[in-house]
T-cell receptor, first 113, second 112 residues
Framework: RKEVEQDPGPFNVPEGATVAFNCTYS??????FFWYRQDCRKEPKLLMS???SGNEDGRFTAQLNRASQYISLLIRDSKLSDSATYLC??????????????FGAGTRLFVKA | DAGITQSPRYKITETGRQVTLMCHQT?????MFWYRQDLGHGLRLIYY???????DKGEVPDGYVVSRSKTENFPLTLESATRSQTSVYFC???????????FGPGTRLTVL
């Protein structure tokens, strides 16, 4: 089982649609969680951190379910500019192998007019 | 307001040559990281550094060497480049072990 798994997609949605991404992680003791956005041939950029209580930033809502070991990202009222790859990032506790940051392979989103 | 920069942005080299990729950040972040990104693998950590003169291996360190003599710089050296090291390399920095990371624009390296 991969340490972090995402649906690779692609998700093809019309403008204005609501789309949800899920990400599962294997280490139940993981400390922090993030969603990053990556545009084609560009660097990943932080979209939002994910907190235990859930958090919202405009059209974006992130949630964490520790019991089931997954995080989610909900995008409402999709815009053309939301087209990108969304990366789930999990930071397990420091172990014998040292510090780790685990990136999911990403979910591609295409928003069409 | 440079943030984090990488150089060169593009590099073509030949098998067996030594290549150094540069990374510079202006935030005085303690942590710095090197990743490679390949299709089908996502981002994989090569090396990281918690502070000047403190470095440690990540997931895929073989064939790479790093140093961190100054907080702001974190160069990555491919001692003898191989074709399997053709990739996009991203440098990142963070002000805490569990905080968000900020990425540089990347270096596209091709090894012929």
């Amino acid at each position: 089982r991969k340490e972090v798994e995402q649906d690779p997609g692609p998700f093809n949605v019309p403008e204005g649609a609501t789309v949800a991404f899920n990400c599962t992680y294997s280490n139940s003791a993981s400390q922090s969680f993030f969603w990053y956005r990556q545009d084609c041939r560009k660097e990943p950029k932080l979209l939002m951190s994910v907190y235990s209580s859930g958090n919202e930033d405009g059209r974006f809502t992130a949630q964490l379910n520790r019991a089931s070991q997954y995080i989610s990202l909900l995008i409402r009222d999709s815009k053309l500019s939301d087209s990108a790859t969304y990366l789930c990032v999990v930071k397990p506790p420091r172990g014998l192998s040292g510090f780790k940051t685990i990136f999911g392979a990403g979910t591609r989103l295409f928003v069409k007019a | 307001d440079a943030g984090i920069t990488q150089s060169p942005r593009y590099k073509i080299t030949e098998t067996g040559r030594q290549v150094t990729l540069m990374c510079h950040q202006t935030w005085s972040h303690s942590y710095m990281f090197w990743y490679r990104q390949d299709l089908g693998h996502g981002l994989r950590l090569i090396y990281y550094s918690a502070a000047a003169d403190i470095t440690d291996k990540g997931e895929v360190p073989d064939g790479y060497v790093v140093s961190r003599s100054k907080t702001e710089n974190f160069p990555l050296t491919l001692e003898s480049a191989t074709r399997s090291q053709t990739s996009v390399y991203f440098c990142a920095s963070s002000d805490g072990q569990y905080n968000e990371q900020f990425f540089g624009p990347g270096t596209r390296l091709t090894v012929l």
